[in-house]
């Protein structure tokens, strides 16, 4: 499942530099997270880093993107090119 970020994001910008994927970006009024992209970190580290280091702990799984373990390897595998 790829992660989303609430409304609770203060845009403080701590979590771009978390991901290995570069999923998440500046969007219009907080940081977005690009589905595609988003891997929770998996092939990488045991839990999401960017939901780590959120002081608001805005970062959460995204309902409408569920996926296992296993396909977001795969979009790892697929992202790079592993």
């Known amino acids: ?17 978390e991901c290995p994927n570069e999923a998440i970006s500046e969007g219009n009024d907080k940081y977005v997270i690009n589905p595609d992209l988003c891997t929770e970190c998996v092939g990488f580290f045991n839990e999401p880093q960017c939901a780590i280091v959120c002081p608001m702990e805005a970062i959460v799984p995204d309902p409408e993107h569920k996926e296992t373990k296993e396909e977001l390897l795969e979009k790892k595998k697929r992202i790079h090119g592993e």
């Open 1 to 17: 499942m790829a992660l989303i970020i609430t409304d609770e994001c203060t845009s403080c910008g701590i979590c771009i530099n």
